[in-house]
């Protein structure tokens, strides 16, 4: 079983709803990560949360909220979404040990997003 | 300019054999980390191998083994005896401001990815 878990695995949503991704790591890991997969684009790292804190946002549209309550969970909000954010959304949790350390990103296995 | 490049989209290897997958990457940061990650059909990304920027020796772990070329930029993957379960999508990654002062933490930027299928 892996140490992070993703739900829903599949999400298919119109352009007017709202939904969230959740994320759940067993790890006992203080970051978390989302990532976006897009076709034939590489991994982007869309939000870091250390220490339940949010340390970076890279330039994501409002579209994508995110929230993490302890550093156990992560979710991802999405509301009025575009069909171009149809991907493969990864959640990835590491133990931080700040500048100069090696850590390792577990990811879990993805919720594939289409957007209608 | 990108960061890492995979220049491979597809291999394609023989059960038993070994095989190399080519990760090009560009930094000015003399402190870096590289590593190596498999992702299955079933989405999950699993890490492989790590090698940093001042390893003097080369990672290994198992079947998996890093050519590190530190002058040329390159760390490349290579799976010796390769197994029917290897078949999947292989990604390079860069972990950059390891060094004093550095803020990236966990962030890593990889490339396009390799599938790699391997046959009976």
């Known amino acids: 079983e892996t140490g992070v878990t993703q739900t829903p695995r599949h999400l298919v949503m119109g352009m007017t709803n709202k939904k969230s991704l959740k994320c759940e790591q067993h790890?006992?890991?203080?970051?978390m990560y989302w990532y976006k997969q897009s076709a034939k684009k590489p991994l982007e790292l869309m939000f870091v949360?250390?220490?339940?804190?949010?340390?970076e946002n890279n330039s994501v549209p409002s579209r994508f909220s995110p929230e993490c309550p302890n550093s156990s969970h992560l979710f991802l909000h999405l509301h009025t979404l575009q069909p171009e954010d149809s991907a493969l959304y990864l959640c990835?949790?590491?133990?931080?040990?700040?500048?100069?350390?090696?850590?390792?990103?577990?990811f879990g296995s993805g919720t594939q997003l289409s957007v209608l | 300019a990108q960061k890492i490049t995979q220049t491979q989209p597809g291999m394609f290897v023989q059960e038993k054999e070994a095989v190399t997958l080519d990760c090009t990457y560009d930094?000015?940061?003399?402190?870096?980390?590289l590593f190596w990650y498999k992702q299955p059909s079933s989405g999950e990304m699993i890490f492989l191998i790590y090698?940093?920027?001042?390893?003097?020796q080369n990672a290994t772990e198992g079947r998996y083994s890093l050519n590190f070329q530190k002058a040329r930029k390159s760390a490349n993957l290579v799976i010796s005896a390769s197994q029917l379960g290897d078949s999947a999508m292989y990604f390079c990654?860069?972990?950059?401001?390891?060094?004093?002062?550095?803020?990236?933490?966990?962030?890593?930027?990889f490339g396009q990815g390799t599938i790699l299928t391997v046959h009976p």
């Open positions: 990835a949790s590491s133990q931080a040990q700040g500048p100069g350390f090696n850590e390792k990103l577990f």
């Open positions: 790890l006992g890991h203080n970051a």
């Open positions: 949360y250390n220490f339940k804190e949010q340390t």
């Open positions: 930094t000015s940061d003399p402190s870096y980390g």
């Open positions: 090698q940093g920027s001042y390893d003097q």
């Open positions: 990654a860069m972990r950059e401001g390891l060094g004093a002062g550095g803020t990236s933490y966990g962030k890593l930027t």
